[in-house]
């Protein structure tokens, strides 16, 4: 199909947003991103949208100048992230509801979808930087660690959560698959800290400022709601740390690192 698209109206690593009609948004992925990507994205969003989790409704995939896309009810809204921007005496609020939906969707199981240790593994063994004595150590903790049934997004923060009339909605489920709930909670973490530092002043100061605290109040929110009784967050820091180098984000290499190598060594 070849069309005229206007400039996207947002835009990310792997994807375009455009606005397609009316009532509707295209997720126009990049021409890298291979076709199973997409039909793997739109077929957990329209799972998770009949179980009940606010997510925008996912129509059909359509290919657009060679690239693969998604057309997807639009809603109106903006996102945790930019919401902190402008208000951030909200932050503690945002905080607490992060905690919650990651929670709601923690409970949730969606057939068909792959095991989040086989992305694991599969991402440990490919991520350069990883000294081998550190990628063998990783490898056989991971095979320690609870496979789990618990649908986890595997990329959940502020900017993949949208701020709605009809409340906050979840949106950009690409990585979506079924695990540990506390590996998913480790990679939430791991953006709220590492992640944050690394965004420099791409990050706002006051944002960067008040990290910290945002990061403690969303563990203690999901903590009441899912006691960690075995210590299941610490054990999963580092393999989730092992598993971002294959995503090659330089200013974030020297923390995942010493991450690593201070609990693997």
Request: net charge positive; with cysteine.
């Amino acid at each position: 199909m070849m069309t005229h698209l206007t400039a996207p109206i947002a835009e990310g690593r792997t994807a375009e947003l455009f606005d397609w009609d009316a009532d509707h948004v295209l997720k126009l992925y990049r021409s890298w991103c291979p076709p199973h990507w997409v039909e793997h994205e739109a077929y957990v969003t329209r799972v998770i949208a009949r179980a009940g989790i606010p997510t925008p409704a996912a129509g059909e995939v359509i290919e657009v100048d060679g690239r693969q896309g998604i057309v997807y009810q639009r809603v109106t809204g903006f996102s945790m992230l930019d919401d902190m921007r402008k208000r951030p005496w909200l932050l503690l609020r945002h905080a607490r509801s992060l905690a919650d939906l990651q929670a709601r969707f923690h409970r949730l199981t969606v057939p068909g979808l792959h095991a989040y240790r086989d992305g694991l593994r599969h991402s440990i063994s490919r991520a350069p930087h990883l000294p081998e004595p550190q990628r063998a150590r990783a490898l056989k903790l991971l095979e320690t660690l609870p496979d789990g049934q618990s649908l986890c997004h595997g990329d959940f923060h502020p900017g993949n959560v949208l701020i709605s009339a009809r409340g906050p909605v979840v949106i950009d489920w690409m990585t979506a698959s079924l695990g540990d709930p506390w590996a998913d909670v480790a990679r939430t973490s791991m953006i709220l800290t590492i992640g944050v530092k690394a965004a420099g002043k791409q990050a706002p100061p006051h944002l960067r400022l008040l990290s910290g605290l945002f990061h403690r109040t969303y563990l203690e929110r999901y903590r009441a709601l899912v006691p960690d009784g075995r210590d299941r967050l610490a054990r999963w820091l580092p393999i989730i740390a092992a598993a971002r180098l294959n995503e090659q984000i330089a200013p974030e290499r020297a923390a995942l690192l010493q991450m690593v190598d201070e609990q693997l060594s």
